[in-house]
């Protein structure tokens, strides 16, 4: 069974910098595709950046684009998002979620099947 562990999420100032990791168990990985969704309070859950692991092909959400950077490292099993010039509207629950494969609608919730716990990321301002 997938298991996906996300960690990293803490209080930090407006203009800093996070790295969240999602750490991927349970199966080869190879041919995943892993992405990041985040929650606001009172929000649906949106797409932020999404990460092919074969190519380490990437794809972002226009309201990241340029801020956050995803990564992943084989040997770890490991995604990454890198977050930079954070701002008081990142302020969510972030969490990773995988499917086998490639989706061109990547930036749907409803085509994960495999979702972490979610990790808090707190911008102050």
């Known amino acids: 069974q997938v298991q996906l562990v996300e960690s990293g999420g803490r209080l930090v100032p407006a203009g800093g910098s996070l790295r969240l990791s999602c750490a991927a168990s349970?199966?080869?990985?190879?041919?995943?595709?892993m992405g990041w969704f985040r929650q606001a309070p009172g929000k649906e859950r949106e797409f932020v950046a999404a990460?092919?692991?074969?190519?380490?092909?990437?794809y972002y959400a226009d309201s990241v684009k340029g801020r956050f950077t995803i990564s992943r490292d084989n040997a770890k099993n490991t995604v990454y998002l890198q977050m930079n010039s954070l701002q008081p509207e990142d302020t969510a629950v972030y969490y990773c979620a995988a499917r086998k494969y490639y989706s061109n609608a990547y930036h749907l919730r409803h085509e994960y099947p495999y979702w972490g716990q979610g990790t808090q990321v707190t911008v102050s301002s």
């Open positions: 349970g199966s080869s990985f190879s041919s995943y595709f």
């Open positions: 990460v092919r692991w074969s190519t380490s092909n990437t």
